[in-house]
């Protein structure tokens, strides 16, 4: 089955940076690849995602790339804030069921 | 549209008793996927349900089942409790049509098992 890796597993960035975290997937038939941010004691929600036809995606300050040949994907967080602390989990799905593989999270702290 | 709901939002069982967890989704959505997170083991996938049969199983024991209504509500029940079923139990729900794999999760069920 498909088994993702996400590092790294903490990551410490002054407010205003940027913050970039890289998961790698095994499954070359996955297809569609969504970040989810949960902050602590909450829902994780769902970011940004994107598909295996498209290299990259962005949304305001969060950005998404797909190398699919190299089964990796990464999410860029540019001009980081407080309030993006949280943990973040990549994953990994294959075809049109909805059965995500996650990465075991990235916890992000942004400081002052 | 409102969101996922679950309940109850807090269990407290002990080890042997069977608890069954509910998840209400998104209007119009027709999946709804199970998750179990614990610090240990991360997100780790249950099942899913879409129109009323269970479509996908992840690598849990038979302990551990659900079902789907007509209506797309999912139950999921675990039997004889173990410690280590101690979790957060998410649901999470999608429209699941062509191409649509966006999936949307509830608040969560905090199971204690003592």
């Known amino acids: 089955g498909e088994n993702v890796e996400q590092h790294p597993s903490t990551l410490s960035v002054q407010e205003g940076d940027s913050a970039v975290i890289k998961c790698t997937y095994s499954?070359?038939?996955?297809?569609?690849f969504p970040w989810y941010k949960q902050e602590l004691g909450k829902r994780p929600q769902l970011i940004i995602d994107?598909?295996?036809?498209?290299g990259e995606k962005k949304d305001q300050r969060i950005a998404v790339t797909l190398n699919k040949t190299a089964k990796h994907f990464s999410l860029h967080i540019t001009e980081t804030q407080p309030e993006d602390s949280a943990v973040y989990f990549c994953?990994?799905?294959?075809?049109?069921?909805?059965?995500?593989?996650f990465g075991t999270g990235t916890r992000l702290q942004v400081t002052l | 549209k409102a969101g996922v709901t679950q309940t109850p939002r807090y269990l407290i069982k002990t080890r042997g008793q069977q608890v069954t967890l509910s998840c209400s989704p998104i209007?119009?959505?027709?999946?709804v996927s199970w998750y179990q997170q614990t610090p240990g083991q991360g997100l780790q996938f249950l099942f899913e349900?879409?129109?009323?049969?269970?479509?996908n199983k992840g690598n849990f024991p038979g302990r551990f089942s659900g079902r789907q209504f007509s209506n797309s509500r999912s139950e999921m029940n675990v039997s004889t409790l173990e410690l280590g079923d101690s979790a957060l139990y998410l649901c999470?729900?999608?429209?699941?049509?062509?191409?649509?794999?966006?999936?949307?999760f509830g608040p969560g069920t905090r199971l204690t098992v003592l």
């Open positions: 994953a990994a799905n294959t075809g049109t069921a909805s059965k995500l593989t």
């Open positions: 499954d070359s038939a996955s297809n569609y």
């Open positions: 994107i598909r295996s036809n498209v």
């Open positions: 999470a729900s999608s429209f699941a049509g062509q191409g649509y794999n966006e999936q949307f």
């Open positions: 349900y879409f129109s009323e049969t269970q479509r």
């Open positions: 209007s119009g959505h027709r999946s």
